[in-house]
């Protein structure tokens, strides 16, 4: 099994990953993972 990390940092990454990583999560499950630096925390409820 494949497993696959996504590292968003800024704002801009978050908005510009967030279809990528939903669309990777519906395909392959829990083998996603999205890993944060911390910075923008109040984005990631996008991904969840």
Do not use: D
């Not at 990454?13 to 990583?21: D, F, H, L, N, T």
């Amino acid at each position: 099994m494949k497993k696959i990390s996504i590292v968003i940092g800024t704002r801009p990454e978050a908005i510009k990953m967030a279809p990528v990583y939903i669309s990777l999560r519906k395909r392959f499950g829990n083998s996603v993972k999205l890993i944060s630096t911390g910075q923008h925390q109040e984005l990631l409820w996008l991904c969840s």
